[in-house]
């Protein structure tokens, strides 16, 4: 920690501003401080045992935050906001990217964050109330964190192995992200929920309603189709997001 705070640093506010975060956590604060990209983040960048296993990405936020924080904490929308500031730092705002033939340059300091409703938490509990629509059953649910992430990864991975051509992905997540079902927050009465009960119109609903309300960072590009309209379209994260002259 004393051989980061030698470079200088920067504020990053996170799209949750910390309400989501106990009070105990660094976190809560709303913000952190990054150092600036250095040759020590280009060898992460460039190690083939990160890239072959996928973490290449999170060791190198990893490496930039100085903020002593738990990385297993942080939820999903607030590292999207470090992963832009991570990329402004280390190689400025401007980033370009092909699309139907055509390169397109974005300012990610145009980058906003998408607006969270602060009168949903309480009491700063990553806990949200939803009622399903059609079954009517009342569910409550978190916003996944780097931790939870990696929960589901793992658990997929098992299930893949003992079924090749089984497709667990949106059912495992469900599994992890409601946290009760009728007041019940025991977890073999979630996952037989979902398995047996949970129907998919219902499903559906539950995950565009998280994706309207849990705060996140808009990583999206306006672009004007042939026929006039304007589409939004996700900006592409690849190494060459973090690093432009990438060859790998």
């Given at each position: 920690m004393e051989q980061?705070?030698?470079?200088?640093?920067?504020?990053?506010?996170?799209?949750?501003?910390?309400?989501?975060?106990?009070?105990?956590?660094?976190?809560?604060?709303?913000?952190?401080?990054?150092?600036?990209?250095?040759?020590?983040?280009?060898?992460?960048?460039?190690?083939?045992?990160?890239?072959?296993?996928?973490?290449?990405?999170?060791k190198l936020l990893q490496s930039l935050i100085v903020t002593p924080i738990d990385y297993n904490e942080l939820v999903t929308g607030d590292k999207n906001a470090i992963l832009v500031a991570a990329r402004i730092l280390g190689y400025g705002k401007d980033y370009e990217f092909n699309y139907k033939g055509e390169t397109i340059k974005v300012d990610l300091t145009t980058v906003e964050d998408k607006p969270f409703n602060e009168k949903l938490v309480i009491n700063r509990e990553n806990k949200f109330d939803f009622t399903l629509p059609t079954s009517k059953t009342p569910v409550t649910f978190k916003i996944l964190n780097h931790g939870d992430e990696k929960a589901i990864e793992n658990e997929i991975k098992g299930l893949k192995r003992l079924n090749k051509n089984s497709s667990p992905e949106l059912s495992t997540r469900l599994k992890h992200l409601i946290t009760s079902v009728n007041g019940d927050f025991e977890k073999s009465t979630i996952r037989e929920f979902v398995d047996t009960q949970?129907?998919?119109?219902?499903?559906?609903?539950?995950?565009?309603?998280?994706?309207?309300?849990?705060?996140?960072?808009?990583?999206?590009?306006?672009?004007?189709?042939?026929?006039?309209?304007?589409?939004?379209?996700?900006?592409?994260?690849?190494?060459?997001?973090f690093w432009p002259d990438a060859t790998i």
């Open positions: 980061q705070q030698q470079f200088p640093t920067e504020e990053v506010t996170l799209p949750s501003k910390g309400l989501i975060y106990p009070e105990s956590s660094p976190l809560s604060k709303g913000v952190i401080k990054m150092k600036y990209m250095t040759a020590k983040e280009e060898d992460i960048l460039t190690n083939q045992n990160f890239i072959e296993k996928g973490t290449v990405i999170d949970l129907l998919a119109r219902d499903a559906r609903a539950l995950r565009n309603y998280i994706g309207e309300i849990q705060p996140d960072t808009d990583l999206n590009f306006e672009y004007e189709e042939k026929n006039g309209d304007f589409v939004k379209l996700p900006i592409p994260i690849t190494l060459n997001f």
